[in-house]
């Protein structure tokens, strides 16, 4: 049997660096947390393949002493913790005391530092964890730590490293995370020379966003900020026409760190939920401050993850913070030029509308709610009978009459089938309706969603459906038709959408008032009303547009008035 031995100290050092350090990224993270935390204002970053070979970060931050430096390099050592209780309320990135001996562990490294206010630097360089050079050096105050050939001497931890791009790829992330956590700091990033990413110093969020996604991406961030229960959500978030196909640009940062949290992401797509689809995301940077002693950053060697005293409270925020930014005006994007529409406004607003087609419609069957004025101001009237034109001192709005009311609609069932059924019309005559097999195949899968939305049929033998009750708020419709466009609909290409959500959505569209149809003025007042009501009343559930803005200010800026 073999002895139980206490394990040397360089292997200790190389077991432990493995859960710190997993590749390139991890390095360059903890370096540039230490620069941040040592106070720097410019934090260079210079990579070579990917990180593997080379990651080189430099700062001008508070630097180390000659007495000090050897320290940083030992376990366990950190200036961050003066006394126990700091743990329970850590207000630095690191606290550990456990990257640079970790890198050092399994790379050839050279720190060299010069403390502000001291006559010269040190460097020591060295592999594998042991110090072999030290070296007093001329250099500017501030750090720079070099670390060459991650895991030279961790070969199974080599081997798992991936393409330099894909390295490069998270290391980029990582840098980018921390440069909009901390937008006063300037930051460079270079891969073999050339430069990844610039950012110079940054008055705000948006500013720095500019810097790492482009400017025409930066200005169509909408701010968030919320504050309540002593915690602060602010930042900006993508209107939901701008999205990306992966989740990478959704940036959580709790008391200035990126955190990966699912919740966290979970809360911010549910909260963009039902304008986006599945497989789009929104681009996000949210920070999330409150009382460092409630969160915990001691969770996991990495401190990526966090444990909240009160995850709900957070994830409620959260959502809460970016619904109401989704809400704001700003979210729609603002028409270039001037509308050139025929207008059929104020007092000649046609009226309306035969009984039938008043009956075909839910918006007319019941009481108006009495107007008021909402987030679209005062109804003008309607132009080529689709578009309703509505203004507030500040703004016209054109809203496309179909979409607003799909939107109205689908938010309406979506409410009823959640607190029970819709309420659903029976038909005096039952209808028989003739479909071919593959279409009574596809009602039949999709009659569980159909049937909490009100439709009743029943399959006969020899192949005929009898339909026998309808959603109410499709009951001018003929069944026949009604059920052919479920299946035109339905059978349609697949998109990622829930199932429910796709039968909501064939029946809010089949229910909402058409386009080129005339209104009278109170039904576009209700309708106006009632989007403004709405969760999201700025984009129909596919993320698409439903209101067009100009704003008078852009008016006023054409026509060259001053006041
Ligand atoms: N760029 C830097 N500028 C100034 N001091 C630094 C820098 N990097 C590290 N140090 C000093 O070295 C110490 C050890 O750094 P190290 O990253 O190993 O631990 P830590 O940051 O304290 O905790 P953690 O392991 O959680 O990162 C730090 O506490 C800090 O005092
Ligand atoms: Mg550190």
Redesign the pocket.
């Known amino acids: 049997m073999t002895r139980i031995r206490r394990l040397p100290d360089h292997l200790v050092n190389k077991i432990a660096a493995g859960e710190v350090v997993e590749r390139p990224a991890s390095a360059a993270k903890?370096l540039v947390?230490?620069?941040l935390?040592?106070g720097a204002t410019s934090i260079t970053v210079d990579l070579r393949d990917g990180g593997s070979a080379l990651v080189r970060v430099s700062?001008d931050?508070?630097?180390?002493s000659a007495e000090?430096l050897p320290l940083?390099l030992e376990r366990h050592?950190?200036?961050?913790l003066p006394t126990d209780a700091d743990l329970d309320a850590i207000a630095t990135l690191?606290?550990?005391?456990?990257?640079?001996?970790a890198i050092a562990a399994v790379s050839r490294f050279t720190v060299t530092?010069r403390a502000r206010g001291a006559e010269t630097g040190l460097r020591l360089a060295g592999e594998g964890g042991a110090i072999v050079q030290r070296l007093v050096v001329p250099v500017e105050a501030g750090?720079t730590?070099e670390v060459r050939d991650l895991f030279f001497n961790t070969p199974a931890r080599l081997k798992f490293l991936k393409t330099s791009a894909t390295e490069l790829g998270a290391t980029l992330r990582a840098v980018t995370q921390l440069s909009l956590a901390h937008c006063a700091v300037q930051f460079r990033v270079a891969h073999n020379g050339r430069a990844s990413l610039t950012a110079p110093a940054a008055k705000d969020v948006r500013e720095r966003a500019a810097a790492v996604w482009s400017w025409p991406i930066a200005q169509r961030l909408v701010r968030v900020d919320r504050s309540e229960h002593g915690i602060r959500v602010h930042g900006f978030a993508s209107a939901p026409d701008l999205t990306r196909g992966g989740r990478d640009d959704v940036v959580v940062i709790v008391n200035g760190r990126p955190v990966r949290d699912p919740a966290l992401l979970q809360a911010t797509l549910a909260a963009y939920r039902p304008l986006l689809s599945r497989d789009r995301f929104p681009l996000v940077v949210v920070s999330i401050d409150m009382p460092a002693a409630d969160v915990d950053a001691n969770v996991h060697p990495t401190?990526a993850w966090v444990r909240f005293r009160h995850p709900r409270l957070v994830q409620e925020m959260l959502v809460a913070a970016l619904r109401e930014a989704l809400r704001a005006p700003d979210v729609v994007p603002a028409m270039g030029a001037m509308p050139s529409a025929t207008w059929s406004g104020g007092s000649t607003a046609p009226t309306i509308g035969t009984p039938s087609a008043a009956d075909q419609h839910a918006l007319f069957a019941e009481t108006p709610a009495p107007y008021a004025p909402g987030v679209f101001g005062r109804v003008l009237g309607q132009v080529q009978d689709t578009f309703i034109v509505a203004t507030t001192d500040e703004e016209v709005f054109f809203l496309d009459q179909h979409v607003v009311h799909e939107r109205v609609l689908f938010e309406r069932l979506e409410a009823e089938v959640a607190a029970g059924a819709p309420p659903s019309q029976a038909l005096l005559f039952p209808e028989t309706v003739d479909l071919p097999p593959a279409a009574r195949a596809l009602l039949e899968r999709w009659r569980p969603m159909l049937e909490r939305l009100g439709f009743a049929f029943e399959p006969r033998p020899g192949g005929a459906l009898v339909v026998s009750a309808v959603p109410a708020m499709l009951k001018g419709d003929e069944p026949r038709r009604l059920l052919e466009a479920a299946v035109d609909e339905l059978g349609g290409p697949k998109t990622d959408a829930p199932a429910m959500e796709r039968a909501l959505a064939f029946v809010a569209c089949r229910g909402a008032i058409k386009a080129n149809t005339p209104l009278a003025r109170e039904e576009m007042e209700r309708l106006v009303a009632d989007l403004g009501r709405t969760g999201t009343p700025y984009f129909c559930p596919h993320g698409r547009p439903i209101v067009s803005r100009v704003s008078m200010q852009d008016i006023r800026r054409e026509l060259k008035r001053t006041w």
């Open positions: 903890e947390e230490n620069a935390d040592a700062d931050g508070a630097g180390m000090e940083a050592a950190t200036s961050k690191g606290f550990r005391g456990e990257a640079l001996a530092s750090t730590v401190k």
